[in-house]
């Protein structure tokens, strides 16, 4: 089995869609180690503020039909593919990391560059997985959101899923 961490992001229906990924991640992987979800801005345009938090799963399923059953999710859940990069999005799911691999492994960059780059997706994965190391620099993820300098804002937000509640954790 492999570790898996997977960001989701969302700006339009925003509590809808992000229960609607955690319930296909949890249908089709079970047990799912849930961050925090954290509201934060718009980065690289104008738009809603997004919700933003991170997975952990266990699978054997290879990095490349993972992500294709990803972005089907995406699909189902409204994404539009004909918009630029930097747009609003009802759905945004991406493997961060897949166990220790490294590379461009069936058009995934593992570990996803973002991790380093973007606050919405370090503080949820340093805090499920605060003792995990970056597969490339070996770092602790506690020790690389402590040492973030970047000015994004986000705030964790009371958020209930399947009767319990996501966060903000107590």
């Known amino acids: 089995m492999n570790r898996v961490y997977i960001s989701i992001g969302s700006n339009q229906n925003t509590v809808v869609n992000v229960?609607?990924?955690?319930?296909?991640?949890?249908?089709?992987?079970?047990?799912?180690?849930?961050s925090s979800?954290?509201?934060?801005?718009?980065?690289?345009?104008?738009?809603?503020?997004?919700?933003?938090?991170?997975?952990?799963l266990n699978t054997d399923e290879p990095v490349g039909p993972l992500?294709?059953?990803?972005?089907?999710?995406?699909?189902?859940?409204?994404?539009?593919?004909?918009?630029?990069?930097?747009?609003?999005?009802t759905l945004d799911l991406d493997v961060l990391t897949y166990g220790d691999l490294v590379g461009t492994i069936d058009?995934?960059?593992?570990?996803r560059s973002e991790i380093l780059s973007n606050a919405f997706v370090l503080q949820p994965l340093a805090?499920?997985?605060?003792?995990?190391?970056?597969?490339v620099s070996g770092e602790r993820y506690a020790d690389l959101w402590q040492s973030y300098e970047r000015d994004q804002r986000l705030w964790p937000i009371e958020f209930h899923w399947q009767g319990r509640r996501i966060s903000p954790r107590t």
Do not use: C, M, T
């Open 67 to 89: 992500a294709e059953w990803l972005k089907q999710v995406e699909d189902d859940n409204g994404r539009e593919r004909n918009r630029p990069r930097f747009s609003s999005r």
């Open 37 to 56: 979800v954290y509201e934060s801005e718009a980065v690289g345009f104008e738009g809603e503020n997004f919700l933003n938090l991170v997975v952990a």
């Open 127 to 135: 805090e499920i997985a605060p003792d995990e190391r970056h597969p």
């Open 19 to 34: 229960r609607a990924a955690l319930d296909a991640l949890s249908a089709r992987f079970g047990e799912l180690a849930i």
């Open 107 to 111: 058009g995934v960059e593992l570990p």
